[in-house]
């Protein structure tokens, strides 16, 4: 009985978003739950972090992913694999139209609106715009965690704050 | 219990410590400086002679002698202007239509142009506290356009990035203040996991030499086995398939190893023209 409720719990999928991380051959997920606290009656939130294995690197920090557990353990840490990205972060769609949203306005919209009063060339082109990642390590600091600088090395580390 | 009664008879503070570990206090850099704020473009010049903005747009000044032009130029006018001038140019670069000024990127831009001016500021006379607190609240304050800007919108993110020339680091997970013991621990650790890797890969190293005369040895005893089981007219049990596979690995590993033997020589070539 014990092992089956194990092995069912091993093929639920978990949905976490992934976060900044040191390691290269592994994605880290958040997964954000609630747990009851029987003493108070409350639920209160708590972030479980797991490795996961992602061969071909389709998540990226921030995306919102469904992650299983493998059926062995690849190493120590990397006990989980990346499924499929269901929301990639930053690039919104509306669910029930299917057309781009950028903050509560649809893309489409603002656009009209930049039409009506007379579009520059300095404007901003979706269409244009190449995908995420072109300024990653160059300006946009953002893969892996930021931390305190703690000593003069030669090659000094974007990452050191 | 043990531990209490050893360190007890047994004194560690005099003990010297045995890896040579230096360490070296980062220099403190003020926040408003352009490499912690991460503006990677110095703010934006103007030759002297540039008229004020709104002054400019006058029809008069078109055909004005020279004399009035000076006197509407920056360099009369002063750093006020020049300043207006500065926020303009960089939001020119990201708007969106003529009147826009209210849009997150027109808002960046000119936050970005403030702080610029406001680091010049800073450089010129350090001591102007007001300067520096208003700088430091616009850096906190498009640090967090931006970081809204990326939730909601990460390739127009990455666009005014490249179009203003700033840098953006997320936070870190903790702002823990410098200290030297926990440097001190970190630098250890790092030392420690140089040691270890250098180890392995050096046993690495010394297998994957092996592994070529291995598979010699191990292709010669396969042929020698099928050809005595041959002559002796015995079930066959080493396939050819098994000879290929070895054969095939072998080939892998010469091609491995050339490839290392010309980096060692790379390296050392390098090394020697270093020390002549």
Redesign the interface.
């Known amino acids: 009985m014990a092992r089956n409720v194990a092995d069912a719990a091993r093929k639920f999928l978990l949905l976490g978003q992934c976060v900044p991380t040191v390691k290269q051959n592994a994605a880290k997920i958040r997964v954000k739950r609630l747990e009851l606290d029987e003493n108070l009656l409350m639920y209160f939130k708590k972030d479980e972090f797991f490795y996961c294995h992602d061969p071909s690197k389709i998540c990226k920090t921030g995306d919102i992913v469904l992650i299983q557990a493998l059926p062995h353990k690849l190493t120590k840490l990397i006990t989980h694999e990346v499924k499929e990205v269901v929301y990639p972060f930053g690039d919104v769609t509306d669910p029930v139209t299917g057309k781009k949203v950028a903050k509560e306005r649809y893309r489409e919209d603002i656009e009209a609106e930049t039409k009506l009063y007379g579009k520059l060339d300095s404007t901003f082109d979706y269409n244009k715009a190449p995908p995420r990642g072109w300024q990653e390590g160059k300006k946009d600091f953002t893969s892996k965690p930021t931390y305190t600088k703690f000593h003069v090395f030669d090659e000094n580390d974007p990452y050191a704050i | 219990m043990l531990r209490s009664v050893t360190s007890s008879i047994i004194q560690c503070r005099g003990i010297k410590h045995q890896v040579k570990i230096k360490?070296?206090?980062?220099?403190y850099v003020p926040s408003y400086k352009p490499e912690k704020s991460g503006d990677?473009e110095p703010i934006s010049s103007f030759p002297p002679d540039t008229l004020g903005k709104d002054y400019a747009l006058s029809e008069e000044i078109k055909d004005a002698p020279e004399a009035v032009k000076k006197i509407f130029s920056i360099a009369h006018l002063g750093q006020k202007e020049y300043n207006v001038l500065v926020k303009n140019d960089l939001m020119?670069?990201?708007?969106?239509?003529?009147?826009?000024d209210h849009t997150s990127?027109s808002r960046i831009a000119r936050i970005t142009g403030h702080i610029r001016c406001l680091q010049l500021t800073m450089e010129k006379y350090p001591k102007n506290v007001k300067a520096k607190q208003t700088c430091q609240e616009l850096i906190d304050r498009r640090k967090q356009l931006l970081k809204f800007l990326?939730?909601?919108?990460?390739?127009?993110?990455?666009?005014?990035?490249?179009k203003l020339?700033?840098?953006?680091?997320?936070?870190?997970?903790t702002?823990?203040k410098?200290s030297r013991k926990?440097?001190l621990r970190?630098?250890t650790e790092m030392h420690c996991d140089d040691i270890r890797n250098k180890k392995l890969n050096d046993y690495r190293n010394l297998l994957e030499s092996q592994q070529g005369p291995f598979l010699k040895e191990k292709l010669e005893a396969l042929k020698f086995i099928k050809s005595e089981q041959m002559e002796l007219q015995l079930p066959v049990t080493v396939t050819d398939q098994d000879i290929k596979k070895v054969d095939k690995q072998l080939e892998e590993w010469k091609i491995k190893d050339e490839i290392k033997q010309q980096a060692k020589k790379k390296k050392r070539s390098v090394l020697l023209e270093d020390s002549e």
């Open positions: 360490w070296v206090r980062p220099e990677l020119e670069r990201v708007k969106r239509h003529k009147y826009d990127e990326r939730q909601y919108d990460y390739k127009k993110f990455e666009w005014i990035l490249e020339n700033i840098e953006y680091k997320g936070h870190p997970e702002y823990n410098l926990e440097s970190k630098l």
